[in-house]
């Protein structure tokens, strides 16, 4: 089966625009055109392109992604280069999946300092003063 651009762009959630801004990067280079000009994308095709979101949407710089691409359509022969890229790809993901669960924590602890039993006692007894009179005795939240 062959489909359009439109049909890709909307298959995979792009625009159009980035279709053709990965075409004139060197990412699809194995995308045929028909006889009016037009990008005509095959079932072998999507398989690149839904590689190609994956390596984008785990932080692949486009570069890298176009040596991964280059690599591809040299063959078997590059599949230990194929190996080393995605490796190395792999223990960035993972470096940045530790970031994140750092963060995670940073924001569950505080959550959990808002909305612990004391944090409201203390949110509720500031209401009771009027801002000129938190200004007056220094009050402040010290749960921020």
Known sequence: MMYSIKEVAELFGLSVYTLRYYDKAGLLPFVSKNEAGYRVFTESDLGFIQTICCLKDTGMPVKT???????????????????????????????????????????????????????VKVVAAMRQFSSAEKERYGLYNPYR
């Open 65 to 119: 992604i176009k040596v991964y691409i280059d690599y591809c359509m040299e063959g078997t022969k590059s599949i230990p280069k194929r190996c080393a890229l995605l490796a190395q790809h792999r223990q960035n993901v993972l470096a940045e999946i530790e970031s994140l669960q750092q963060n995670l924590k940073e924001v569950d602890e505080k959550l959990a300092t808002y909305t612990s039993p004391e944090a």
